[in-house]
């Protein structure tokens, strides 16, 4: 991947987007700017449950005082979220339109997506690998136990997970690169010359000791060493809270600058990734948003960060993640999107003291959306 690509994301931003971009209409309530973002694909698998709920696509304190018009022939719109089980009669790409009205109606914003849904029943067979990299999301391990059981689930293609760990809490077979507190950073660059065995004292799993005597990322070495020469067909990236949650949150152009940093050592991670598995196709999860509750982020960081303080920088990290992959795909680079933030419930995917952890039900619907985006990935391999 090209260095300097992350530096030109944020002129991208500033242009509108036909498909999953806001298109300012008027001034919103109480001149709250939506910043209304949806990705451009939406990835459905039939008979799996997707949402979108209104308060993680908009950049607002509360969704009640807006009315949500989707307009698309599948999905039907709920309280707080539009919400579709398809059927394998409804497979394939089906346009969706946002419109963000005041409770008076008059329009603020439109948005579109498109909503791809995908056969419960693979068309190939062929086994696959799966390498799933993160941080204290991933370490938890459930949402890829989630996605470890639907991938079991009867007419999927037999598939294996590699990666160095697995927790005591991992199903048979679920093993990841997930470590809590991790970076982009710390996957690209940390050496750790005196490990003790744990993981806040350890190496990047990619990065090991040259011949020179310095540190050196090295994944050829990673998937010839600690997966027996295997490597993955698709991987999964779940990282952005930890290089951006202490930016200033009142502060765009500092949130803009800590992104920028986090994507030049995102694309130096890619850059080895994609040399050392010129065929795999890499997914970056969208930031997931934090739990609705400021009592949650005061239980954990009292009042050093906020519920809505965390809000601002995620929504504005998930606009620039968008923007990010799909300036690598205009090079014909082979990453996709998986819209994580999307289909997870902020209430009652979460426990009532924990601001950016989910509960396991959370965690099942993260499983869900990066199983329905592997799906759709695998298809034509």
Not at 21 to 35: F, N, R, S
Not at 88 to 94: F, I, K, T, V, W
Request: charged fraction near 20%; include cysteine.
């Amino acid at each position: 991947m090209k260095p300097s690509r992350y530096q030109s994301l944020l002129s991208l931003l500033l242009m509108t987007f036909i498909v999953g971009q806001t298109v300012p209409l008027k001034t919103a309530h109480a001149g709250e700017d939506l910043q209304t973002t949806l990705p451009p694909i939406i990835y459905a698998v039939a008979g799996i449950k997707t949402n979108i709920y209104f308060d993680n696509i908009v950049l607002v304190k509360d969704t009640t005082a807006y009315q949500f018009k989707f307009t698309c022939d599948l999905g039907t719109t709920h309280t707080k979220r539009w919400t579709l089980t398809a059927t394998e009669q409804q497979l394939g790409d089906h346009p969706l339109s946002l419109q963000v009205n005041a409770l008076d109606g008059a329009p603020l914003a439109k948005v579109a997506s498109i909503v791809r849904v995908i056969p419960a029943k693979s068309e190939s067979q062929e086994p696959f690998k799966l390498l799933i990299v993160g941080d204290s999301l991933t370490h938890a391990t459930t949402y890829c136990n989630e996605v470890a059981r639907l991938l079991s689930q009867p007419n999927n293609p037999p598939w294996k997970m590699l990666g160095t760990h697995k927790p005591n809490s991992a199903a048979d077979g679920v093993a990841h690169e997930g470590y809590g507190g991790w970076t982009w950073q710390r996957f690209a660059s940390h050496f750790e010359p005196n490990p003790d065995g744990t993981y806040k004292k350890r190496s990047s799993p990619f990065v090991y000791q040259s011949s020179a005597g310095k540190p050196k990322l090295n994944v050829t070495k990673y998937f010839k060493e600690e997966c027996d020469g295997e490597v993955p067909d698709i991987i999964v990236i779940m990282l952005g809270i930890n290089d951006c949650f202490s930016a200033n949150s009142n502060d765009p152009a500092s949130i803009n600058s800590r992104v920028d940093s986090m994507f030049g050592h995102a694309d130096i991670l890619l850059a080895a990734l994609r040399s050392a598995a010129p065929q795999a196709r890499i997914g970056i999860c969208l930031t997931t948003p934090g739990n609705s509750r400021q009592e949650a982020f005061q239980a954990n960081y009292q009042d050093r960060y906020t519920r809505w303080g965390w809000k601002r920088i995620q929504h504005q990290l998930v606009q620039r993640q968008i923007a990010f992959v799909q300036s690598a795909q205009k090079q014909d680079e082979p990453l996709f999107i998986i819209a994580t933030q999307l289909n997870l419930d902020t209430v009652d995917g979460y426990p009532v003291n924990n601001g950016v952890h989910p509960n396991a039900a959370g965690y099942k619907q993260i499983g869900a959306t990066i199983y329905a985006a592997i799906k759709a990935n695998l298809i034509g391999r």
